[in-house]
C-alpha cells in the first residue's frame, strides 16, 4: 500500500510560481514511478508528467514543457512538481500518483495504482 499526501497548493497570479510537494508513505519508495496529473472543473483528469523510480528520467507534456519541472527525493519519499510561468489555464486539482514501475513511460491515469487526495492551484489573470 501506498498513501499519498499533496501540498503546496493555492492561489497565484498569472506569471507566478508555486511548488507542489507530495509525501509518500512506503518502504520502497524508489521502486514508484511517480506521476502528476490535474483536473480543472468540468474537464476530465490529465496527465501532467512522470518521474522515474531512481529520478534519472522525466517527462512532461508539452503543455507544461518548461514551465513544469519534475523532481524527487528518495531519501525522504517526497515528489515535487515545480510549476512557473503560471496560466490561468494551469487552474485545477493537482493529484500524485504512484505506479509500480520504476519507469517513465506510465502516461495515462489506468497505469496508476495509487492516488493522493488532490491539492487545488488557482491562476487568476
Known amino acids: 500500500q501506498v498513501q499519498l499526501v499533496e501540498s503546496g497548493g493555492g492561489l497565484v497570479q498569472a506569471g507566478g510560481s508555486l511548488r507542489l510537494s507530495c509525501a509518500a508513505s512506503?518502504?520502497?519508495?524508489?521502486?514508484?514511478?511517480m506521476g502528476w496529473f490535474r483536473q480543472a472543473p468540468g474537464k476530465e483528469r490529465e496527465f501532467v508528467g512522470v518521474i522515474s523510480g531512481s529520478g534519472t528520467r522525466t517527462y512532461h507534456v508539452d503543455s507544461v514543457k518548461g514551465r513544469f519541472t519534475i523532481s524527487r527525493d528518495n531519501a525522504h519519499n517526497m515528489v515535487y512538481l515545480q510549476m512557473n510561468s503560471l496560466k490561468p489555464e494551469d487552474t485545477a486539482v493537482y493529484y500524485c500518483?504512484?505506479?509500480?514501475?520504476?519507469?517513465?513511460?506510465?502516461?495515462?491515469?489506468?497505469?496508476?495504482?495509487?492516488w493522493g487526495q488532490g491539492t487545488p492551484v488557482t491562476v487568476s489573470s
Open positions: 512506503v518502504r520502497t519508495f524508489s521502486r514508484y514511478a
Open positions: 500518483a504512484a505506479t509500480g514501475t520504476t519507469t517513465d513511460q506510465a502516461r495515462g491515469v489506468q497505469s496508476y495504482d495509487y
